[in-house]
């Protein structure tokens, strides 16, 4: 694993980050910024971090709970048997971002890949992931002129009543969007599934939005307790066409 430790500098600190190259070759390599899900920082991030970069991109995964200071990895099948525990855990980390904050961070994380020297082009990918989402697809309506492809696996809150819903910054984004909600997801069920994909649709967006049918929300990452190899291995296969064919 090529893991590299980074310190990336914000309006309000230091953001905690992770680069991953290519195991193989040399650069430059496209970029990816990576965004992790509700559980945070842990050694299954990094393994897809991993390999993601190994089909050939440089991959920058922040830690977007920065702002809560050190935490070790959380022990999901602890978190996820004991409602008290998760609140408690969760509490904290996902009290300490909030989408304004993420994308004044993503920003810095813009700057700071524009800045590597083995990072190629001023266009990068995102990716996300539950909470990370949400902020791939924040990313691609705040960042148009440098985001060229998003893809959003398994989110929440994606087409919603709310002012600030992710799904209002459709005519602002030039990027193609790939959408994968998971089954029986009430943060994103089949209306907001629909009211996603008009909306995107009406602003002409590139865009593909679908709900990957008997996977359940967290299906994608290996340490989730629902995951689910299929559609993990189709999210994979998905998202590697949509960068390389907007990316490279």
Aim: proline fraction near 7%; charge should be negative; aromatic fraction near 10%.
């Amino acid at each position: 694993m090529s893991r590299t430790d980074v310190s990336i500098p914000t309006a309000e600190g230091e953001a905690r980050a992770f680069v991953f190259r290519p195991d193989a070759g040399s650069g430059p390599w496209p970029a990816v910024i990576f965004y992790m899900d509700a559980p945070a920082i842990r050694p299954a991030l990094f393994e897809m971090g991993q390999r993601l970069a190994d089909h050939g991109y440089f991959v920058l995964l922040p830690d977007m709970f920065w702002r809560a200071g050190p935490y070790e990895p959380i022990d999901l099948k602890a978190a996820f048997k004991d409602e008290e525990t998760r609140r408690a855990v969760f509490a904290r980390l996902m009290g300490s971002t909030n989408p304004e904050k993420a994308m004044a961070d993503t920003r810095a994380f813009l700057d700071y890949l524009a800045g590597q020297p083995d990072v190629k082009g001023p266009k990068v990918g995102v990716t996300g992931y539950c909470m990370g989402a949400g902020f791939a697809l924040r990313a691609a309506g705040s960042y148009p002129d440098r985001v060229a492809a998003a893809g959003c696996f398994h989110g929440s809150s994606l087409a919603t009543d709310a002012e600030n819903s992710p799904h209002l910054l459709a005519p602002k984004i030039r990027a193609r969007v790939l959408v994968a909600g998971g089954d029986n997801d009430r943060g994103f069920d089949v209306a907001q599934k629909d009211r996603l994909d008009a909306a995107l649709k009406a602003a002409g967006v590139d865009a593909e939005v679908t709900i990957y049918e008997g996977a359940l929300h967290g299906y994608a990452p290996p340490d989730m307790p629902v995951y689910n190899r299929e559609a993990s291995e189709r999210h994979w296969r998905e998202l590697t066409a949509l960068l390389d064919a907007t990316l490279k």
